[in-house]
């Protein structure tokens, strides 16, 4: 069973800058599974998709509310999966967890897939 911890999150003002991580527990994470997502989660929305990396070609996509300001990433040497978020917005609040699944082999922007695997989640802030 996969066990993924996130870190990096925090409080930070509006235009800075955030690295997230999603680290992985006892298995190398870019060579178990196809993809890996990251999620976030606002207090009383719903979970959105934020960016998705294909493990196998590092293809990576984002949703169009992020693009062009969040980079993601791997990192063999740590074993982790990168979230750069740059620009960051009063909107970007929320908590953001990293996902995987033995199965699925795509990503997907504009859908939460049925990740078996996920963090539990680092919390990002933004305020002046």
């Known amino acids: 069973q996969a066990q993924l911890v996130e870190s990096g999150g925090g409080l930070v003002q509006p235009g800075g800058s955030l690295r997230l991580s999603c680290a992985a527990s006892?298995?190398?994470?870019?060579?178990?599974?196809?993809?890996i997502g990251w999620f976030r989660q606002a207090p009383g929305k719903e979970r959105d998709a934020v960016s998705c990396i294909v493990t196998s070609d590092d293809s990576a996509y984002y949703a169009d509310s992020v693009n062009g300001r969040f980079t993601i990433g791997t990192d063999n040497d740590k074993n982790t999966v990168y979230l750069q978020m740059n620009s960051l917005k009063p909107e970007d609040p929320a908590v953001y967890y990293c996902?995987?699944?033995?199965?699925?082999?795509?990503?997907?922007?504009?859908?939460?897939?049925?990740?078996?695997?996920w963090g539990q989640g680092t919390q990002v802030t933004v305020s002046s």
């Open positions: 996902a995987t699944d033995p199965v699925i082999r795509y990503c997907s922007v504009t859908d939460v897939l049925p990740y078996e695997y």
């Open positions: 006892g298995f190398a994470i870019t060579k178990k599974y196809y993809t």
